[in-house]
């Protein structure tokens, strides 16, 4: 059965270093997303991206963050200056269609990241 | 705005026992309502979901949820747990037009004890 992958599953760096977690979403699916989980807190939706653009972007979502697929198979999130309160799970997920809201979203098994 | 509560953080049954995990959801649209459960070290795998069809809807693993718009809930129910169903379980609304973002609950932690 085809599944989201992450890489890497865990990551530790110094506040202010940039940080690119990396997923590799199910191979015929055309709408990707990122969403966040801080320990302790809910699941928060981060960023939609399809046909090369984002769709949709939450508050969280500010000029340090960036998205990009970079070849036919990669989805990247970029963390450009990382904070202390970016230490969280960041859970990548795609799905075949996405603006009716309908459709499942498959997730990947998470980047823990730890910023110190 | 839209939102997702979920009543119960932790919810412990002995193994053979009903499951009931409680969601209540707040919403302008009619929602899409989803189930999702993780079990440790994996990704979030969708249980069931609700898109305005039938309001008893089945899933994996002996799962079933009831939409009820009266109540604005949509509970998760299992007639009998098992070991493996130990794990956090996430109730999650969408709606359309929003770039297919999911809002998700707090999560309720099962734990099934033989």
């Known amino acids: 059965e085809p599944e989201v992958t992450q890489t890497p599953s865990h990551q530790v760096t110094q506040m202010g270093q940039e940080v690119i977690l990396r997923c590799v979403p199910i191979s015929n699916h055309l709408y990707f997303y990122w969403y966040r989980q801080i320990l302790g807190q809910k699941v928060e939706f981060l960023v939609s991206f399809y046909n090369n653009e984002i769709s949709e972007k939450s508050e969280i979502f500010d000029d340090q963050f960036s998205v990009e697929r970079p070849d036919g198979s990669n989805f990247t999130l970029k963390i450009r200056s990382t904070k202390l309160e970016d230490s969280a799970m960041y859970f990548c997920?795609?799905?075949?269609?996405?603006?009716?809201?309908?459709?499942?979203?498959?997730f990947g098994p998470g980047t823990r990241l730890l910023v110190l | 705005a839209q939102s997702v509560t979920q009543l119960d953080s932790h919810v412990s049954v002995s193994e053979g026992t009903p499951v009931l995990l409680r969601c209540n959801y707040s919403?302008?649209?009619?929602?899409?309502l989803f189930w999702y459960v993780q079990h440790p070290n994996k990704g979030l795998q969708l249980l069931l979901k609700?898109?305005?069809?039938?309001?008893l809807v089945k899933g994996i693993n002996g799962f079933e949820a009831e939409f009820k718009k009266s109540e604005t809930s949509f509970h998760l129910t299992k007639p009998s747990a098992h070991m493996s169903d130990a794990a956090e379980y996430f109730c999650v609304v969408s709606h359309p037009n929003q770039g297919g973002k999911l809002i998700f609950g707090q999560g309720t932690e099962l734990s099934v004890k033989p």
């Open positions: 919403s302008s649209y009619s929602p899409s």
């Open positions: 997920a795609s799905s075949s269609r996405g603006r009716e809201g309908q459709e499942t979203q498959y």
């Open positions: 609700y898109t305005s069809a039938a309001t």
